[in-house]
């Protein structure tokens, strides 16, 4: 009974049901490739859905991670053009600690001014983009340029298989990542105590305090993981399609957002998990894939998030409000 | 006679030159349930802030076992064993009920990672410890009032405690609820807690506590035995006078009985109650009891048009009315006093002002302005009418007391010329001085603009001093009306009780 009364059962249900009813209209939908490329357009926006899911946890909103992404690999690439740096490790090192600077302005501003995390959000991402452009350029850089190290890490592979007409399809070893970064998210949320404080923020600063959590350090904590998240997916979006633009992401925040709340995060904190968000990215992206797959309109992909966004939220709300009473 | 626990001497406490607390003294002793009585404002809580380490006092001495404490901080205060349970709890609806009770553990301990088999068991001695019978896998919003509130009692037991401060405890809960509550608090003081109840609710004050200290503004003004207080006494020493308790009586004019204000017959909704029938006389104050859940809620709000498709006829002054929407409920000449005046009955965050005219702005507007002057003499005769306690109409409503919130509401609907005033729980959350002070302000509704008048309540003495008649509904019916003449308070109590 348990299981029935928990989200991320009705999601899994409501998924697998879509999944079976495009695949019906659409047989091409259940085809490997098709199924790889799927999971490929999960990995970035999954990765920052986590860094959102954290900040919806505590009873924030956060439209400024695409900004800190997009100025996360841009500056790292630049970088690494200009001192002419071959490698891996330490350009993935960089774009995260951009991120996590970044998510201390928005941590500052929240937990020193108790500003509301929307406006703070929504301040913090014009300036870095700003910033971005007005300073550091507004110039792609095309896959003549980017550096060749990256390209190669991104085309690892898990494992992939020769079609019958000789084209080769793969899985990206990427979603290994992504993997790897939804369990550290699910492990330091369920059981760390600055995960539990997460929570515990998200349904009340001050009965959070009270009990004896430090606030100052859950919301840098919040706000720095974040901004890490995004600064990863940022040069690991950047790697897989060999070029980094610094007007990407534009529009992305509702799509993640979106995703989230589809996943069964509350809107109003202290409600979601990982599993969810992911089972929430996943559906997402799928149906976006199924709109490009039946050939409509990119135009009317954003009508759909929208709706997506808003039936998701008056589901959740709903299942708030049958809670309390 | 036990050892004293912890004791207050002399507190003087002062915001921005205000006396908050004026040389209080109060003394704790051990496993002893004392009750600290004060009206809304006198300084209650400034007292548990001080003993809790929230605030420190401006002079005088906090003594724990005999020995003087200097700058008690809020974790020395947790350490020494002083829990307070506040009005809300301070509980985490989000998280299960074991969580909840863990946290506080956890914290302690400075723990990084969480141990969930640990958190359960912490949760289920903390529970048996109580002997409650609490799901700890639930979720903690899923719990009634009372069970949050024995979650928040179990949580604060949990650390050693020696003083568990109650603030308002028995507020949201039902009769039943505060017997259990009672019974729970009881268990407690056997364990040699002590407890301190901080209330304004006289009853139950004298059938829990052993000691009784009583402070107003700011200042303590007895102390004692609670065998050496009675209702009267207690009430006069939080009130500094005597609360006159002459019952009201409507006396119909002699003659011909008026013909009826308000008169509905045949009311129906499924669901909720079928075939009430009710007549009330200008002038008559009807009082209305029943059981939550027994449907007088719903009557209430499909007079004021809440409650559309309901069958049956409402008539006023004879005239059949349709009232199904506020708008016309108010046209009809109905005004509605709600249950939970702060979210159904004010707008907080506006002024005392604009609150008492939120009803009247077409009958003060010229076309589409507002006759400023007009309305600033509405306000003020209101609120000098009314003794609304206040400098000026342009302070904030959510600044004001419970009781002069209640006047606020008042005024709004005496401004509308109503016919037939519905009161649900019109003094919920009052204390006593305002109490008398409201029902005054009734009262003189009654007769002098003729009123008639809907009482709901739970407070069966509210009910026997203003009305002539008390309704009783159970389970959507009118069950019995009896006249107060000829009945006592305590039957009518035992005629409630037999509802279940």
Redesign the interface.
């Known amino acids: 009974m348990v299981l029935f009364r928990r989200s991320e059962t009705i999601i899994a249900t409501i998924l697998v049901l879509a999944m079976i009813a495009i695949g019906l209209v659409n047989p091409a939908f259940w085809q490997l490739d098709n199924m790889f490329s799927l999971l490929r357009s999960n990995v970035v926006i999954g990765i920052m859905a986590l860094g959102v899911l954290m900040v919806m946890l505590s009873g924030g909103f956060d439209v400024s991670f695409p900004a800190f992404a997009v100025a996360s690999m841009y500056l790292t690439v630049k970088g690494m053009l200009y001192f002419g740096y071959v490698g891996v490790f330490l350009p993935f090192l960089v774009s995260v600690a951009i991120g996590v600077l970044c998510g201390c302005l928005n941590g500052f501003f929240v937990y020193k001014f108790r500003m509301v995390p929307l406006i703070v959000t929504l301040g913090t991402g014009s300036m870095v983009r700003g910033f971005l452009l007005g300073v550091v350029g507004t110039s792609i850089v095309n896959i003549d340029r980017f550096p060749p190290v990256l390209i190669e890490f991104a085309k690892a592979e898990v494992f992939s298989v020769v079609k019958s007409d000789g084209t080769h399809s793969g899985l990206t070893a990427m979603v290994l990542l992504y993997f790897g970064l939804a369990l550290l998210v699910h492990l330091v949320l369920?059981?760390?105590?600055?995960?539990?404080s997460v929570?515990?923020l998200?349904?009340?600063a001050?009965?959070?305090n009270?009990?004896?959590?430090n606030l100052k350090k859950t919301i840098f904590f919040i706000y720095c993981s974040a901004g890490a998240l995004a600064g990863f997916a940022g040069i690991l979006h950047c790697s897989m399609i060999w070029l980094a633009n610094p007007r990407d992401f534009v529009g992305m925040d509702l799509e993640v957002i979106a995703a989230v709340v589809l996943g069964g995060a509350s809107i109003f904190g202290?409600?979601g998990s990982v599993l969810g968000t992911m089972l929430g990215v996943f559906m997402l992206v799928m149906v976006q894939n199924s709109l490009i797959i039946m050939k409509v309109d990119t135009t009317w992909q954003l009508v759909v998030v929208g709706i997506i966004i808003v039936i998701a939220t008056v589901a959740t709300a709903w299942r708030d409000r049958k809670?309390?009473a | 006679m036990s050892e004293v626990f912890i004791e207050l001497r002399n507190i003087e406490k002062r915001f921005a030159g205000v006396h908050a607390l004026d040389d209080v003294s109060l003394t704790i002793r051990q496993g002893e349930i004392h009750c600290l009585a004060g009206e809304n404002g006198s300084g209650k809580s400034t007292v548990i802030k001080v003993m809790s380490g929230v605030y420190r006092p401006d002079s005088g001495e906090i003594l724990i076992d005999g020995q003087p404490v200097h700058k008690l901080t809020p974790i020395e205060s947790i350490d020494r064993g002083v829990q307070v349970i506040?009005q809300?709890f301070?509980?985490?609806?989000?998280?299960t009920v074991a969580?909840n009770l863990a946290?506080?553990t956890?914290?302690?301990e400075k723990?990084?990672?969480?141990n969930?088999r640990s958190v359960r068991a912490l949760a289920r001695r903390a529970l048996d410890e109580l002997g409650v019978d609490i799901d700890p896998n639930a979720?903690l919003?899923?719990l009634s009032t009372a069970g949050k509130q024995l979650v928040a009692i179990a949580r604060a037991l949990m650390s050693d405690a020696r003083l568990l401060i109650m603030d308002e405890p028995t507020t949201a809960l039902t009769g039943k609820e505060v017997e259990t509550l009672f019974r729970i608090v009881r268990d407690i003081q056997r364990r040699g807690i002590a407890i301190l109840f901080v209330s304004h609710k006289m009853r139950e004050m004298l059938e829990i506590s052993e000691r009784i200290t009583v402070i107003r503004n700011g200042r303590k003004v007895a102390e004692g035995p609670t065998s050496d207080f009675n209702e009267g006494s207690i009430t006069r020493h939080m009130t500094g006078h005597d609360i006159s308790s002459e019952s009201y009586r409507w006396q119909p004019s002699p003659g011909a009985p008026p013909a009826p204000r308000l008169e509905i017959k045949g009311l129906s909704k499924p669901g909720a109650f079928s075939d009430l029938d009710l007549a009330i006389r200008p002038g008559e104050i009807v009082g209305l009891s029943g059981l939550l859940g027994s449907g007088r809620t719903e009557v209430a709000l499909s007079l004021f048009g809440m409650e559309p498709g309901y069958s049956g006829t409402i008539e006023i002054d004879g005239q059949p009315v349709r009232l199904d929407s506020v708008g016309r409920a108010i046209a009809a000449g109905i005004a509605y006093v709600p249950e939970d005046r702060l979210s159904e009955g004010l707008f907080l965050s506006q002024s005392i002002d604009r609150n008492i005219l939120a009803t009247s702005y077409d009958a003060i507007a010229n076309y589409l302005v507002i006759d400023r002057a007009k309305a600033r003499a509405m306000t003020a005769d209101m609120i000098r009418s009314l003794q609304i306690a206040t400098p000026t109409g342009e302070k904030l409503v959510s600044e004001l007391s419970g009781g002069n919130q209640q006047r606020v509401v008042l005024a709004r609907w005496l401004l509308t010329n109503a016919k037939v005033m519905v009161l649900n729980g019109p003094t919920v959350g009052v204390d006593v001085g305002s109490k008398a002070a409201i029902h005054h302000i009734i009262r003189d509704l009654a007769v002098n603009q003729g009123l008639a008048v809907l009482m709901i309540s739970d407070d069966v003495l509210e009910l026997v001093g203003n009305c002539n008649r008390i309704v009783l509904m159970h389970r959507g019916r009118f069950v019995a009306d009896v006249d107060t003449a000829t009945i006592s308070e305590e039957e009518i109590s035992d005629q409630l009780k037999s509802f279940k």
């Open positions: 369920r059981h760390t105590m600055i995960g539990r929570y515990a998200g349904c009340g001050e009965a959070a009270r009990v004896g959590f202290g409600r809670r309390q | 506040y809300d301070s509980l985490f609806g989000n998280l969580e946290l506080n956890e914290l302690r723990r990084r990672f969480v969930w979720d919003e899923t």
